[in-house]
T-cell receptor, first 108, second 115 residues
Framework: DAKTTQPNSMESNEEEPVHLPCNHS???????IHWYRQLPSQGPEYVIH???SNVNNRMASLAIAEDRKSSTLILHRATLRDAAVYYC?????????FGKGTRLSVIA | DAGVTQSPTHLIKTRGQHVTLRCSPI?????VSWYQQVLGQGPQFIFQ???????GRGNFPDRFSARQFPNYSSELNVNALLLGDSALYLC??????????????FGNGTRLTVT
């Protein structure tokens, strides 16, 4: 499976946008880019996924580079409830392979 | 709609015992996957079942086994428990066998402590 690289941690102020980066230079043409997040004491929660085009949903936006070697998860207005570990995962098939993700802290 | 439900939520067992963890997928989902998450790490894949057939197995010893029932619910069994089996066990469901364009939906897990 192609690997992803994410910063270990990031910090954001409440009500400001957050851009979480993910590098995946060895991505193949059929790999989907998935983002999950895990709040304390909960299972991972699906956030968004895409293949080539940028994607928007009620939770976030996913911006995918033209060469697909990187992507950015955008939370438009961070809230305290967005504090979690965010995982960027490439998959064309199960299983999902989780790395250590990015721990996002949100400051009030 | 109910999400993925797992039972029990917490469990304490002694070394050498066995344990059965249960999972009910989202209605209509035919695929169930199991993951183990030890403290401070990301979840690690154990098994996937689709339409009652095993579709994938991670790098776990034979002490770990699972099955899926006709109603698509699933059980994870672990025999001869070791201290290192202490972890959060997560179940995830999806409608399709391949998750590429179909996200996984996770339950909140069973916290297993082995003493």
């Amino acid at each position: 499976d192609a690997k992803t690289t994410q910063p270990n941690s990031m910090e954001s102020n409440e009500e400001e946008p957050v851009h979480l980066p993910c590098n995946h230079s060895t991505i193949s043409g059929t790999d989907y880019i998935h983002w999950y997040r895990q709040l304390p004491s909960q299972g991972p929660e699906y956030v968004i996924h895409g293949l080539t085009s940028n994607v928007n949903n009620r939770m976030a936006s996913l911006a995918i580079a033209e060469d697909r070697k990187s992507s950015t998860l955008i939370l438009h207005r961070a809230t305290l409830r967005d504090a979690a570990v965010y995982y960027c995962i490439l998959t064309r098939n199960t299983p999902l392979v989780f790395g250590k993700g990015t721990r996002l802290s949100v400051i009030a | 709609d109910a999400g993925v439900t797992q039972s029990p939520t917490h469990l304490i067992k002694t070394r050498g015992q066995h344990v059965t963890l249960r999972c009910s997928p989202i209605s209509g989902h035919k695929s169930v996957s199991w993951y183990q998450q030890v403290l401070g790490q990301g979840p690690q894949f154990i098994f996937q079942y689709y339409e009652k057939e095993e579709r994938g197995r991670g790098n776990f010893p034979d002490r770990f086994s699972a099955r899926q029932f006709p109603n698509y619910s699933s059980e994870l069994n672990v025999n001869a428990l070791l201290l290192g089996d202490s972890a959060l066990y997560l179940c995830a469901s999806s409608p399709l066998a391949h998750v590429g364009n179909s996200p996984l939906h996770f339950g909140n897990g069973t916290r297993l402590t082995v003493t």
